[in-house]
């Protein structure tokens, strides 16, 4: 199994453009989220969903978008780029038994710089 | 939002235990707390996961009082490749386990 895959695993992006980082897991999770980690600091929620269909705001929202149309998927889109979005984007999967998120598995990371 | 504290930075050698405690005084009663690793460049890696006493695997224990307002992660024997940041984390304080929030961390730096 490869588990969690993100692509690309670094971008340079130039302030007003727009790209979309891929995000794919394996493992038939039904819950992925999005995080973005500024240098030095913990990780930030952008986007969970809990199934396909299903999307939900996380802490840092502002300036993304995502869409769930499988089970697998999870995309991450930046519509106009700017400098303060210049982060690494981590993507993760988890499962959930009862009522406890089982562990979440997390992608190696996007790189991206805006400039 | 259910918010952890746990301390910036820790120091140690080779061989010691190493306990770092983590508050979270608005856990939700159905919370569970978690602790992830992390190494530079890499994805957080789960470690532990425990919803009350104590819970053990190969790797660390996890002691959490009867109140559940703290957690502590205890690492036997570190040696250098344990060097990396340590989150806990619970849910968003409302009962919405949905969402899961890293705190700061602890960055835990392994002498020899």
């Known amino acids: 199994n490869a588990g969690v895959t993100q692509t690309p695993k670094f971008r340079i992006l130039k302030i007003g453009q727009s790209m979309t980082l891929q995000c794919t897991q394996d493992m038939n999770h039904n819950y992925m989220y999005w995080y973005r980690q500024d240098p030095g600091m913990g990780l930030k929620l952008i986007y969970y969903?809990?199934?396909?269909?299903?999307?939900d705001k996380g802490e840092v929202p502002n300036g993304y978008n995502v869409s769930r149309s499988t089970t697998e998927d999870f995309p991450l889109r930046l519509e106009l780029a700017a400098p303060s979005q210049t982060s690494v984007y981590f993507c993760?999967?988890?499962?959930?038994?009862?009522?406890?998120?089982?562990?979440?598995?997390f992608g190696q990371g996007t790189r991206l710089t805006v400039v | 939002l259910a918010k952890t504290t746990q301390p910036i930075s820790m120091d140690s050698y080779e061989g010691q235990e190493v306990n770092i405690t983590c508050s979270h005084n608005?856990?939700?009663?159905?919370?569970?707390i978690t602790w992830y690793q992390q190494f530079p460049s890499q994805g957080p890696r789960f470690i532990i996961q425990g919803y009350k006493t104590k819970v053990t695997n190969e790797v660390a224990s996890l002691f959490i009082p009867a109140d559940r307002k703290s957690s502590t992660l205890s690492l036997p024997r570190v040696s250098l490749s344990d060097t990396a940041v340590y989150y806990c984390l619970v849910g968003d304080g409302m009962g919405n386990f949905n969402k899961f929030y890293f705190g700061s961390g602890t960055k835990l730096n392994v002498k020899p």
């Open positions: 608005n856990i939700a009663t159905n919370d569970y």
């Open positions: 969903s809990v199934g396909a269909g299903i999307t």
């Open positions: 993760a999967s988890s499962q959930r038994f009862r009522e406890m998120n089982t562990e979440a598995f």
